[in-house]
Every structure is written in C-alpha cells, then in structure tokens.
C-alpha cells in the first residue's frame, strides 16, 4: 500500500485524544499534548476527538459541544499538531468505534467498569452523583474502543487515564486469547505476533502527569472544575488565574514549601532550570521572595509558551476559520475510517462474523 494522504503508513501507530467540554488548557499541554506534537514525525498519530463522550456529562447542550469540538481543533492546531502529518479522529463519524464498544462491553466486567478509580473519582468530583446517564460509566469502554480501533503501540495521557488504559490492555488481551487464539502466558509486546488482531497499547504518561489546577490545587486542572489555564487565555487572564493559586504562606520572610503548588507550576513551565533551583533556595530560606513575585514571573514564563499559540490561533478566528476546522474535520474523518474499518473487519473475522465487507465511502 503506497503512503498518501487516505492512506496509513506503515510507522507504529499512536492514538490519544480530547473530550469537547471546553478548551485545552495546562494541564492538556503537558499532560499529552506536548508529547503529540514532538511525536508526529516519528509516528503515524491519530488524535481523537471524543464528541461521543461529551455527552455523557452534556447531552442538553448539542450546540455548544460542536463548536467546542471546532475550538479544540483550533487548540490543537495553535499547539503545533499539523494536520498534515497526524490524523483528526472525530468519534461520530467513525462507526467501527461504536461498533467495537459493543464487544468489549461483553469482555469487561460491571465490576471493570465501576470499580474503574478514574471513573469513580470523576463522579465525585463532577457531582454526578447517583443521577448520571447510564452512558457515563460506558464511556470507560468506548475509550477502549477508540483506542483499540487504531490498534496503537502507544497512548499519550495524563496520570487520571491510567486505569483506562489498563481497562483498554485486559480487553485486548481478552479478545486476543478468546477469539484469536493467543496463548494467555504470551508476553504484552507480542501478542500481534501470536496472531492477535490488537496489540497491548501502553500508556506514554507525560512529563507532568497531573497539573493542579488553579486554587488550592486539591484537584487536578480540568475543563469542567472551572480551575484551568486555557491555552487560548490572554496574557492578562493567564495573570489573573495564578493570582489564585493560594499557598498559605503569610511574607516573603517566612520559610516556604518550594514543593507547594505554587512551586509545581514553577517546575513545570519555568525551563531555566538554574533560575528555578535560585527560586527554590531562596523560598525554602524565606530569603525575601514573595509569592507575588514568583507568580510573576510563573505568568510570564506561561505566557512565553503561549504566545505562537495565540498567534497561530488567531489564523483560525478569523471570518471562515471555522470552516477551514470543518475541512480538516472531514479529511480526518476519511483517512481514520480506513484503519477503524480495517480493525473491525478483522475482529469481525476473528469472532465469526464474517459475512461480508462493508465499504464506507
Ligand atoms: P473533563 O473535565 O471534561 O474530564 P479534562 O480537563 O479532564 O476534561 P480530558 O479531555 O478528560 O480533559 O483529558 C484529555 C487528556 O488530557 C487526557 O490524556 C488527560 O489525562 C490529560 N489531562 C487532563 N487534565 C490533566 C491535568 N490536569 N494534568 C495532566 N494531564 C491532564
Ligand atoms: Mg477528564
């Protein structure tokens, strides 16, 4: 098969992606997307907009999780991921990935899914509580199928999405041993060569594996805790947000925490790393360093990082830019339905339900 833009290549394949409940924020960038855009050349990318998904928590609000399926894109893009070279996945237009939820859901136990810690945590935290839609929990499994349909070696994510991820490997590995015959002592890394249909996808975590969010930081940054950075915020409101992180230290005399999260934000987007060690020193000695100062010179390093983002974006604000979004949707779409069809024709195979090809044009 020749390389072209409807065609895979054959480099090993990464699959990761976004839910549309909001904007990108920190916590995104170096929790995977950083690590998407440094991997485009190495790997063939499919990144995943999980619109499905969305609405789960948003199911009354149609409208607003379509234009932030076209404001991720946009963040995506202003990032640096080059359609071009990756692949943009939008979850309803690629059916195999209904289709394969459905059979893992018989793979994975109820128990798999609602013992899940992530999903757990998430009912808590978003205050689902015991009225959430039966598709919530379901779209542990869905994940598993948006994964799997591209049969990746790896999935760059955030700390919160490893238990997903482990959930993704055991049905794998369920469905391989079951209906491909794969011996159940084979080791992860070789069970396509045992005849598998799916690899062992593993998690890539990135350099920072859960950014607080703004605040007291109890909670991870989040799209709907309303205590994210958005990568498409102001200089001025990147400004305002740090403001807010509290850390409970009274004057710039008194010895600090420079492990606090005032200092985890310090770490993860002050690169000088001979000016962090000063900051550090003189925080921990309470050498005249206030916490207004360091959150200066935080915002300005978060601003340095986003300001080509901004620049980028602003391409796609323009009059037409959402169109532009909806092209390279579409583009996406055809070049991802090759492999997700590809996927589900050989699990179809694999589980005896060979009755013919499908063509999806
Ligand atoms: P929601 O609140 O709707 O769940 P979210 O902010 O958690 O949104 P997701 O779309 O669920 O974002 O996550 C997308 C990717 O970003 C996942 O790989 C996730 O692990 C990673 N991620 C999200 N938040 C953080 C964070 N605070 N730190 C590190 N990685 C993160
Ligand atoms: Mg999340």
Redesign the pocket.
Known sequence: MTSGPNTPTSKPRIL????P??RL?L??W????ERRVALQDKYDCYFLL?NMHAFT?RFDKPADIRQDTIEIVKDWLAAGIDPKKSTIVLQTEVPAIAELTWFFAMLLSFNDVMGNPTLIH?LET?GLGDSHSFGFPMYTVGQCADILAFRPVYV??????APHIEMCRKAARKFDQLYCNVPNRTEDKDYVQAGGVFPIPEALI?R??????VGDGKQ??????NN?IFLSDTAKDVQKKINKITTGRQTPTEPGDPTNILFQFVDAFITNEARVAELKDRYARGDNLGDGHVKQELAEAINTLLEPMRARRAEYEKPGGDDVIIDIIKDGVKRANVVAEETLYLAKTAMKLDFGKRLLS
């Open positions: 990761t992606g976004d839910t409940t909001g924020h916590g995104h170096v929790g995977s997307v999980a928590t998430e978003k760059p994510v955030g700390e919160d999405q990135g920072v594996g859960r950014l607080p969010g991870k940054m989040s799209k709907s805790l994210a």
